[in-house]
Nanobody
Framework: VQLQASGGGLAQFGDSLRLSCTTS????????MAWFRRAPGKEREFVAGISWRGGNILYSDLVKGRFTISRDVAKDTVYLQMNSLKPDDTAVYYC?????????????????WGQGTQVTVSS
């Protein structure tokens, strides 16, 4: 099982970045997917999740209105478009595959995790 995340990097306040996470069909088929992040010295936190058909989307209040999660089922890829970035968004971002079709905010509802991609936002 492999989840390959990419798209992280350095950004300035107000910039945009788009993260991508590709997984195998047998890993993500019929499963929700999500992005979490862990900032230095902080606990891992939920960022956004999307159901396997894309009809149910959930965002953390910290990113609502700035980040957009989407998925391309044909490409087995989930995206996180991050706009209006702030220094507080600096973290390692992880994609994850849920145990079922819905993507909730609890980390223990996810079965597979990617290796993470670093996002650093300067002021």
């Amino acid at each position: 099982v492999q989840l390959q995340a990419s798209g992280g990097g350095l950004a300035q306040f107000g910039d945009s970045l788009r993260l991508s996470c590709t997984t195998s069909r047998r890993t993500s088929s019929n499963n929700g997917m999500a992005w979490f992040r862990r900032a230095p010295g902080k606990e891992r936190e939920f960022v956004a999740g999307i159901s396997w058909r894309g009809g149910n989307i959930l965002y953390s209040d910290l990113v609502k209105g700035r980040f957009t999660i989407s998925r391309d089922v044909a490409k087995d890829t989930v995206y996180l478009q991050m706009n209006s970035l702030k220094p507080d968004d600096t973290a390692v971002y992880y994609c994850a595959v849920a145990r079922g079709p819905i993507a909730g905010s609890r980390a223990d509802s996810y079965a597979y995790w990617g290796q993470g991609t670093q996002v650093t936002v300067s002021s």
